[in-house]
């Protein structure tokens, strides 16, 4: 099945700092979503975008598909913004069967 | 505000008894699924439906059942819960209708957290 390999594991900052989260998988995807989990365990979709480059508020990806790479960017990091950052691709021919990756812990310090 | 609901949120009990964790989503979105989460983050899909009366279990083996009555409802049952069993259980639902090819954005519910001693 697909692979999804997401870096770093773990990441510290401080408030008010940026950083970048990847994701990398290994066959062509036609799905591939970024999802936050906070610390109470509830999963957020933050993204869709299996390809190009989309923003909201503090937060924009870009899929290079051909690539098979994916980059999630935080700016101006709160607190708010702790939590487990999740990549998630399709596998096989099933456009909604979604493969996970292992997720970047994302510690905000005030 | 999330519009699937999972319940109950956190469950303890012994070995040997019969659970059902219960799923319902209000969006009448065509496919659901099963994911279990095991302590270190990583989401496994157990089972997943893509409507009314189908059922498939996912890339990870599991002992539970689903069944897939009502659109809105998809619960899954443990026949005789066992230790191994303890993990964090999520339902999540998503919907293609309308939308380009491939985009079914999945919604999640909070997590049904299971503990078998």
């Known amino acids: 099945g697909i692979q999804v390999e997401q870096s770093p594991p773990d990441l510290i900052l401080q408030e008010g700092a940026n950083s970048t989260l990847r994701c990398n998988f290994s066959?062509?995807?036609?799905?591939l979503q970024w999802f936050h989990q906070n610390p109470w365990g509830q999963l957020i979709n933050l993204f869709y975008i299996p390809s190009g480059t989309k923003q909201n508020g503090r937060l924009s990806a870009t899929t290079v598909a051909t690539e098979r790479y994916s980059l999630l960017y935080i700016s101006s990091s709160q607190t708010t913004d702790s939590g487990v950052y999740f990549c998630a691709v399709n596998s096989g021919g099933s456009n909604y069967k979604l493969t996970f990756g292992k997720g970047t812990l994302l510690t905000v310090n005030p | 505000e999330a519009d699937i609901y999972q319940t109950p949120r956190y469950l303890v009990i012994g070995t040997g008894k019969k659970i059902t964790l219960e799923c319902s989503q209000t969006m009448g979105h065509d496919k659901m699924y099963w994911y279990q989460q095991d302590p270190g983050m990583e989401l496994h899909l157990i089972h997943y439906?893509?409507?009314?009366?189908?059922?498939e279990k996912g890339d990870l083996s599991s002992e539970s059942t689903v069944s897939r009555i009502r659109t809105e409802h998809f619960p899954l049952t443990l026949e005789s819960a066992r230790p191994s069993h303890t993990s964090q259980y999520l339902c999540a639902s998503s919907e293609s209708a309308g939308r380009p090819s491939g985009a079914n954005v999945l919604t999640f519910g909070a997590g049904s957290r299971l503990t078998v001693l």
């Open positions: 066959d062509s995807v036609n799905n």
């Open positions: 439906s893509y409507g009314v009366n189908s059922t």
